[in-house]
């Protein structure tokens, strides 16, 4: 089982900056893949970006490619979303997401982030 926390959102103006916190505990040595993913209001869940454990592989959807920023501190086992250029189009809960060995996704209990025009 693996335990997800996340923190870092809030209310940010457009074309400003938020750097998002997610900090796993349990059986940390199972996880491949840890993610972004985000709900907006009346629209399915999408991943932001992700990265691998093992080589730091990042993936980053279209939308958020040359503005947002996926990285790892090993020694903290913490990701971080690096959040540049917001757009209103940003605002919407985020999810952090770790994907293990065994085929299982865990879900943090997602951050709101808004951003303002």
């Known amino acids: 089982q693996v335990q997800l926390v996340e923190s870092g959102g809030g209310l940010v103006q457009a074309g400003g900056s938020l750097r998002l916190s997610c900090t796993p505990s349990g059986s940390i040595f199972s996880i491949n893949t840890m993610g972004w993913y985000r709900q907006a209001p009346g629209k399915e869940r999408e991943l932001v970006a992700s990265i691998t454990t093992k080589g730091g592989r990042k993936n980053y959807a279209d939308s958020v490619k040359g503005r947002f920023t996926i990285s790892g501190d090993r020694a903290k086992s913490t990701i971080y979303l690096q959040m540049n250029s917001a757009k209103p189009e940003d605002t919407a809960v985020y999810y952090c997401?770790?994907?293990?060995?065994?085929?299982?996704?865990?879900w943090g209990k997602g951050t709101l982030v808004t951003v303002s025009s």
């Open positions: 997401n770790a994907y293990d060995l065994y085929g299982a996704d865990y």
